[in-house]
């Protein structure tokens, strides 16, 4: 055990961070405090507040700490620790998706695009919003009222006439000079007008413009701007949270209910209502709401800024917090605990919006545990048995062949882990062999310590794709696992499907309402559809880089030159005759033979 009052007999009363590592020297858990003295001696009273503190305490053998100027700057260091240590028992709300921005370019035609990643300081950027598809509807939208341009500066600075976008009255072709820059300046103005929120000043701009065209008796000028009007009252319309000031904030509201912690963020935005995102924390067990909250609020909001006005739904000690993001935004961040007004019912709709996610997931996990359940039950396998590893084979006519491995665990798919394989080196359409290879591949990391051994793995193929899988699993001594092929049963049709068992010559057919059989085919669908999207890029590249090698006159400074300028083998395909001929070294016969051989 250790020394406990030995140690903090050592501390200050100052405010720093605090590391409990094991035995083995791991980081299992990191903290912030305002003293440190009375922090670490509350882990070593009597009593202790939850069994998950003392589990804890029971694996603490040594203390660090570091003592920093003020809890605002602890509250930044502990996020550092935890983001870098992934500590055992400190909750962890990951996010590997970064948020996507609208973004306005820096360039004498601005555009209009969708934006994901490092914000550069030359253009202009606005969100950050919930998801691609409110970002991608919000440019939609402002296509029909702007009408600026959305295309590559690529594509723009090669366009010889207007494109289809200006057909459908949806761009101005600044490309082709269709607009002078003055006037798509003005447009571009009013879109950031909207943009920031001030939506009740862009209508009267285009109001005025409308009555003013209508005025001279330019009734087509009158009418467009007419139509722009209608379609701003739309998306005006279909805000159902603003406000009337035109404020940037965020709504929090974590909430705990069945066992499982949700956090959900609702995003408002120059008083417009950009969407909402629920999170699900790891290590939550034994986490008050209050305290999960304020563990966000930390490791959310120190990836990006946080906007000027938090709302929150639990009441945390928001003074260090408070400085803390606002010395990161560059302004003052507020949060606010008790709202009134549209503020309050902004935060019930966050509540609502957690308690929904947490019953959607409840529900989720419900199927998928009567599924598993019913799975093993009815092939008489243990309770043990919760990781499953799925694999599937893609080809055609034994082209780019590519074995996938899909992984479901903790009663969900798990996108993350999962792995394609390019196979090399064997007989054309031989999928037996493919398999072997890729269970090899795969099995041979996880024999020697790499990764973590499944309970359950599934093959897609009969006799000759479980033989194989069978053989692979004992020269690598895992034994243990239990292993089903998936056969397609007659015409392919979905719940004729046969379990194929290592050793047993007949064959198992459930029935198509077993709801075991459901899980088995969800798996075995997400691995066909993982494997068949690594072939076809796979397939894509090496018939595009095959035909531009076969055309006579495309060498490999001509094919560099080609790549590069189109950012890959899609553009090169997606290019025009004359986008072809602007490449340098690329005459407008050769373009047209480049052409002509890709398509």
């Known amino acids: 055990m250790i020394n406990a009052k030995e140690i903090i007999t050592g501390l200050p009363h100052l405010p720093g961070v605090y590391r409990m590592l094991n035995a083995a020297g791991e980081v299992i858990y990191a903290g912030k405090a305002r003293d440190l003295k009375k922090r670490v001696s509350s882990y070593f009273q009597k009593t ?29 260091l502990e996020n550092n620790l935890i983001k870098s240590l992934t500590p055992q028992y400190n909750i962890l709300f990951r996010d590997d998706k970064s948020y ?65 976008l200006y057909q459908i009255k949806r761009c101005t072709a600044p490309c082709v000079n269709l607009i002078d820059e003055a006037t798509y300046r003005a447009d571009v103005d009013t879109a950031l007008l909207f943009l920031q929120g001030k939506q009740s000043r862009v209508m009267q701009i285009l109001t005025q413009k409308m009555q003013d065209a209508a005025a001279k008796q330019h009734y087509e000028m009158a009418r467009l701007y007419r139509d722009q009007v209608q379609s701003l009252r ?86 260090a917090l408070e400085t803390a993001l606002s010395n990161h935004a560059g302004y003052k961040v507020q949060i606010f605990l008790r709202p009134v007004g549209e503020r309050r019912v902004w935060l019930y709709m966050a509540i609502q919006n957690a308690t929904l996610a947490i019953e959607q997931k409840c529900s989720s996990q419900a199927t998928q545990d009567a599924r598993l359940h019913s799975l093993l039950q009815t092939l008489g396998l243990p ?118 068992f290592p050793g047993d010559e007949k064959p198992l057919q459930l029935t198509s309402d077993n709801v075991g059989l459901h899980l088995i085919q969800q798996i075995r669908d997400e691995a066909h559809r993982f494997a068949i999207q690594g072939h076809r890029a796979r397939r894509a590249k090496a018939r595009v880089t095959s035909s531009l090698e076969k055309i ?26 004359d986008d072809l001929a602007m490449v340098e070294g690329i005459s407008r016969k050769l373009a047209e033979i480049i052409y002509r051989e890709l398509h």
């Open 234 to 319: 739309q998306i005006q319309e279909k805000q159902f949270v603003s406000s009337h000031n035109e404020v940037d904030a965020d709504i929090v509201a974590c909430i705990a209910r069945s066992g499982l912690l949700c956090v959900n963020v609702v995003m408002i935005r120059g008083g417009r209502h950009l969407g909402d995102k629920s999170f699900f924390p790891q290590n939550a067990e034994g986490y008050e709401p209050a305290a999960a909250l304020e563990a966000f609020l930390l490791q959310h909001y120190l990836d990006r800024k946080a906007p000027q006005i938090v709302i929150v739904n639990q009441s945390i000690d928001k003074d």
């Open 552 to 577: 006579d006159g495309v060498g490999a400074k001509r094919r560099q030159k080609l790549l590069a300028r189109f950012g890959g083998l899609r553009g090169v395909l997606a290019a025009s005759m």
């Open 383 to 500: 309770a043990s048995v919760q990781r499953i590893e799925c694999f599937d084979i893609s080809h055609t006519m034994g082209e780019a062949t590519v074995g996938s491995c899909v992984v479901f665990d903790n009663l969900s798919m798990q996108s993350g882990e999962y792995r394609r394989y390019n196979i090399e080196g064997i007989t054309p359409s031989d999928d037996v062999a493919a398999m072997r290879e890729v269970l090899t591949r795969r099995y041979r990391k996880i024999a020697a310590g790499e990764g973590k051994i499944p309970d359950l793995i599934l093959v897609d193929g009969g006799k000759g794709q479980v033989n194989v899988a069978n053989e692979i699993l004992a020269e690598l001594g895992l034994n243990d696992i239990y292993l089903i092929g998936v056969a397609k049963g007659e015409e392919r049709k979905p719940g004729l499907e046969q379990l194929v």
């Open 48 to 76: 202790l507040p939850s069994p998950r503190t003392q589990l804890m305490v029971s694996q603490v053998a040594q203390i660090e700490t570091t003592v920093t100027r003020s809890e605002a700057e602890a509250l930044l």
């Open 100 to 164: 996507p921005y609208i973004v306005l370019s820096e360039h004498r035609f601005p555009r209009l695009g969708f934006h994901r990643g490092a914000l550069e300081k030359k253009n202009r950027y606005f969100g950050p919003y919930p998801n691609t598809w409110a970002v991608r509807e919000s440019i939609q939208l402002m296509q029909k009222v702007f009408r600026i341009r959305t295309c590559e500066d690529n594509a723009f600075n090669n366009r010889s006439r207007p494109c289809l």
